[in-house]
């Protein structure tokens, strides 16, 4: 059976997937599916074909008749259809194949198909609706209404339509089909996921100097035609988007294509609803809440070239366009940019090769670029432009740093130092708004007990549980798996009644504003509060519209806001991100900090920040304190350089996973050995031994690492792929696997 009306993918998407798989050493097969949308997955199915009518009389109405009917009406409709529509006819269905009234035939079928939705209109000249008017009995007043209808508008309509506005139904439709004044067609349509939204269109704004340098340095680029990256390095404010906006109208002005990536689309919905604003159907959105159905369609209005404007996270670098001029990766510091899941792709690295393939240009936009990105523009080869300013010239916000272990000196054992409560009793009396963020969600980091110092683990990962509180209950839950359980009331070891909690999540900063505050309203924003369809959304315009005076929330708030009234953000522990065992704790920190303080006094009303921390003095802390990104950038590239990290190595990590120990460690020395033996005497490759992942247990199951850093992919690429598909066979016949993340973003 023909399955395609064309080819999925383009030629360029083939070498694409070739590509991914000789980079991130995945299959094939993994490539190409990366670069569908999930619906277009071919499914086996059966189809039931009718071989010799059932020599009996149905009764109109019965179940075989039914069947019969819908069998002869739709023959594509798939047995598993018939069935989910009809479990009824199951048992019929089987008689009947027994019998050899009807065929069982497998075949495939896309996961999705394309949506129909009935059509009306009129064949019928002027001449000849006045005959058809006529010729209808005077008691059909509502049939002629009908046609008339039809007739002035000169168009198929929507038979849902038609029917909503003229109060019609299919009892009226049916003579008209019938004598063949009206036609009813299925015709295609697009699973509009937001609506008919006919927002007024919003209009470039005048550049500032810095906007229009900023501006004409990407326009020249795409117009030369020639594979280009450039680095728009610009603090928060700075007006990046409006830069974005107005590149990309250029661009598509050429008949060329445009790709914008943001890092999370429900936690920037201020960007997407301004490209929607100025570009309107213009530009397709893909994310991950989407329906398989909606996504199919937007796929489909982008590889049928009715769209020329893509804006998504990560997997929109895929958008199917065959003339790409430009991609622009926001926040390209991100880490939702890597893929964790094979390919384990960086969105940054396929639209350096997508731009090579097309002579396109990417840009990367951020306040705080990754290392990386920095230091290649520092080299020369990414072209670096500046905008150190905000807009309108309103000040960075000032950031304060305030040293907890002097609070808890003073006499004070709240988590709030007394200046951040003074500061949110400020902008409670002259009604602004405040942001306080805490990387943690629920209560606590963990439990213990303090007569024996137990600590409750999960009983699969070994990582301590996190204390919540859910309508009176307490649990303890292992934010890795989900496992949960109820709070022991004794010690399990030692039988004491001394189990407390000890940290602060979310939950507990919420309990504890309360007390504090009594007369504000504080919206909670963490994984456990948005996991609703809209529940993003919906929390923060409730917020915008002033229904609370705080937003207290997790990462997911750190990025992309812009709330006029919002004059302090609160960090209230500066150290989670800090002491992660990971070679980008600095970097991250760092970002994240000068991130969230972004948030603030955007403006007419100037902001304020408040860091709280037990390591003052740390440089990420320090630096960014001042937003010095570059004096950062200088100080972290040094440490970067001594420890051979990126960007002057890079690495790649194997994990070997098994829920035996022994096993899973078998793998991974093995791995090991066979690396060392074919890299041996090189001083461009540094293979570090086994050693347990950073989460060494998860769900049960071991897991050990082997790291293996090099100068070039190119010199490694050969053995890595030996060693790895030699071993990925032996690790899954002892009941495991091997898995492999080229350019490992984190360790
Ligand atoms: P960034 O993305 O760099 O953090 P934004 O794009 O959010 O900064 O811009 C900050 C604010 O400045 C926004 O409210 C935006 O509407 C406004 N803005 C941007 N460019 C201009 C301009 N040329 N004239 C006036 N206002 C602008
Ligand atoms: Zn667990």
């Not at 009809?86 to 949506?115: D, M, S, Y």
């Not at 110092?453 to 699969?460: E, L, M």
Request: net charge neutral; charged share 25%.
């Amino acid at each position: 059976e023909v399955l395609d009306d064309e080819p999925p993918l383009t030629p360029d998407l083939v070498k694409l997937a070739g590509w991914l798989s000789e980079r991130y050493l995945c299959t094939k097969a993994a490539a190409v599916q990366a670069l569908l949308p999930s619906g277009m997955r071919a499914k086996a199915t059966t189809f039931l074909r009718i071989k010799t009518d059932p020599p009996d009389v149905y009764l109109p109405g019965s179940w075989e008749s039914e069947l019969l009917q819908e069998l002869y009406q739709s023959p594509n409709k798939t047995k598993e259809q018939l069935v989910s529509e009809h479990t009824e006819w199951r048992p019929l269905i089987r008689a009947w194949v027994e019998k050899g009234f009807l065929e069982e035939l497998h075949g495939v079928k896309h996961g999705i198909q394309a949506k129909t939705m009935a059509f009306l209109f009129t064949p019928l000249t002027s001449a000849d609706l006045q005959t058809a008017l006529d010729e209808l009995s005077n008691r059909a007043k509502k049939q002629k209404e009908l046609l008339s209808y039809l007739f002035d508008a000169g168009e198929a309509l929507m038979m849902k339509d038609v029917f909503a506005v003229t109060g019609a139904s299919s009892a009226t439709l049916k003579p008209l089909l019938d004598k063949g004044y009206v036609v009813k067609e299925e015709r295609e349509v697009n699973r509009d996921p937001y609506g008919i939204q006919h927002a007024e269109k919003s209009q470039p704004l005048p550049l500032t100097p810095t906007q229009e340098n900023a501006y004409q340095t990407i326009k020249t680029a795409v117009d030369s035609g020639a594979p280009q990256t450039i680095l728009l390095q610009g603090v928060t404010g700075s007006g990046k988007t409006e830069v974005y906006l107005q590149a990309i109208a250029s661009c598509v002005e050429q008949d060329r294509q445009a790709i914008m990536l943001v890092p999370e689309i429900a936690l920037t919905p201020q960007m997407v609803e301004q490209f929607k604003k100025r570009f309107g159907d213009e530009v397709a959105v893909l994310h991950s809440r989407l329906s398989t159905g909606e996504k199919y369609d937007e796929w489909r209005r982008i590889r049928h070239g009715e769209v020329n404007i893509v804006v998504g996270a990560r997997s929109a670098i895929f958008a199917p366009f065959d003339s790409l001029g430009l991609m622009i990766i926001d926040e390209e510091h991100e880490t939702s940019y890597k893929q964790d899941d094979h390919p384990k792709y960086l969105a940054r690295e396929v639209a350096m090769y997508r731009a090579r393939q097309h002579r396109a240009t990417v840009v990367l936009g951020s306040a705080t670029p990754a290392l990386e990105t920095r230091w290649w523009a520092h080299q020369g080869i990414v072209q670096r432009i500046e905008m150190p300013e905000r807009v309108r010239g309103q000040k960075l916000p000032k950031v304060r740093v305030i040293d907890m272990r002097d609070e808890l000196q003073s006499g004070n054992r709240s988590m709030f130092a007394n200046a951040l409560k003074q500061g949110i009793e400020e902008r409670l009396e002259r009604g602004e708004q405040v942001i306080l963020f805490l990387n943690r969600r629920g209560f606590a980091t963990f439990v213990l007990c303090r007569s024996c110092g137990y600590v409750a683990r999960c009983r699969d990962c070994e990582i301590p549980l996190t204390y919540h509180k859910a309508r009176g209950l307490e649990s303890l839950r292992c934010h890795y798996c989900g496992f949960a359980e109820r709070l022991p009331e004794t010690c399990p070891d030692c039988k004491g009644d001394h189990v407390r909690h000890f940290g602060t999540g979310t939950q507990r900063v919420e309990e504890e504003l309360g007390k504090v505050f009594p007369e504000a309203k504080v919206i909670r924003m963490d994984v456990d509060t948005t996991s609703g369809k809209d529940a993003h959304a919906t929390l923060l315009s409730r917020f915008r519209k002033g229904e609370a005076q705080i937003l207290l929330g997790t990462q997911m708030i750190a990025k992309g806001l812009d709330f006029p009234k919002v004059t302090l953000v609160g960090v209230i522990s500066a150290e989670t991100s800090l002491y992660l065992p990971d070679f980008r704790a600095a970097e991250r920190t760092f970002q994240l900090l000068t991130q969230v303080a972004g948030r603030a006094g955007r403006h007419e009303l100037p902001g304020e920040v408040i860091v709280q921390t037990y390591n003052p003095q740390h440089y990420a802390i320090q630096f960014a304190k001042h937003q010095e990104y570059e004096k950062f950038f200088d100080h972290e590239v040094r440490h970067r350089y001594t420890l051979n990290n990126p960007p002057f190595f890079e690495l790649t990590a194997f994990t070997s996973v098994n829920e035996d120990e022994m096993k899973a460690l078998h793998i991974a020395r093995t791995l090991e050995d066979r690396l060392r033996r074919s890299l041996d005497g090189r001083d461009d490759v540094i293979i570090l031994g086994t050693s347990p992942a950073p989460l060494a247990r998860l769900q049960g199951k071991y897991r050990f690492n082997v790291v293996l850093k090099y100068k070039k992919f190119k010199g490694v690429s050969a053995p890595i792929r030996e060693a790895y598909q030699s071993l990925q066979g032996e690790a899954q016949k002892l009941g495991g696997y091997l898995t492999i993340d080229v350019n490992a973003q984190m360790i």
